[in-house]
């Protein structure tokens, strides 16, 4: 079974400029989350969709950040325009449903820096 | 007071040692209890998922969850220098809108052989 893809792994720009991660989850996973890990910390949720519907996206700081998922399979998140702070790894992950408590598959992440 | 409270280490260890890993946390609601473990720049993978309160087995790790203090462990016997990894403890609560997982900071682990 192939896992969560995501892409570019590895992303650098320029502070005011913008960047969009790619996320395919697991086939037949109904629920796809965007995390922000920043070095040293644990994952942070961005935004939680339930097929193509969001779920929860209260730590979204949506002035900047953006995020759809089309046709409820992929994903992409968009950042525009980054800040410094933005430098962490964005990790997708998704379940078979929502109320699969703590069953997530992670992808490899998109990791930023920004300059 | 964060939620959940994770000693970051690094933690170094001999192989063979038993390794104990601790979370603490504050919110009386969370049920579900998970180990996540991280290698370096790869995703976190589940490990070990447990249900309220008690203890379970697989393998070599060995996950224990004591609600009346808010404190969960993860023990890894044996420990194996391909144990070397970051181990995130995440939490989260039961029934509708209550399933985000709340992550600790993760403990960097590494298994010298």
């Known amino acids: 079974e192939a896992g969560v893809a995501q892409s570019p792994r590895y992303k650098i720009i320029e502070k005011r400029q913008s960047v969009a991660f790619w996320c395919n989850p697991i086939?037949?996973?109904?629920?796809l989350y965007w995390y922000q890990q920043i070095l040293g910390q644990g994952p942070k949720l961005l935004i939680q969709f339930q097929n193509n519907g969001v779920v929860d996206d209260s730590q979204l700081p949506k002035d900047r950040f953006s995020a759809e998922r089309l046709k409820g399979v992929d994903s992409t998140l968009k950042i525009q325009p980054a800040k410094l702070e933005d430098s962490a790894v964005y990790l997708c992950?998704?379940?078979?449903?929502?109320?699969?408590?703590?069953?997530?598959?992670f992808g490899e992440g998109s990791r930023l820096t920004v300059l | 007071q964060k939620e959940v409270e994770q000693d970051p280490g690094p933690l170094s260890v001999p192989e063979g040692a038993i390794v104990s890993l601790n979370c603490t946390y504050s919110n009386s609601a969370f049920q579900y209890f998970m180990w996540y473990r991280q290698y370096s720049r790869k995703g976190p993978e589940l490990l070990m998922y447990?249900?309220?309160?008690g203890n379970k087995e697989d393998g070599r790790f060995t996950a224990q969850v004591d609600k009346s203090s808010k404190y969960i462990s993860l023990f890894i016997r044996d420990s194996q220098p391909s144990d070397s990894a970051t181990y995130l403890c995440?939490?989260?609560?039961?029934?509708?809108?209550?399933?985000?997982?709340?992550f600790g900071k993760g403990t960097k682990l590494s298994v010298i052989p």
């Open positions: 086939s037949g996973h109904a629920t």
């Open positions: 447990t249900y309220s309160s």
């Open positions: 995440a939490m989260s609560g039961s029934g509708a809108g209550s399933y985000q997982l709340t």
């Open positions: 992950a998704s379940s078979l449903r929502a109320g699969s408590a703590g069953e997530l598959f």
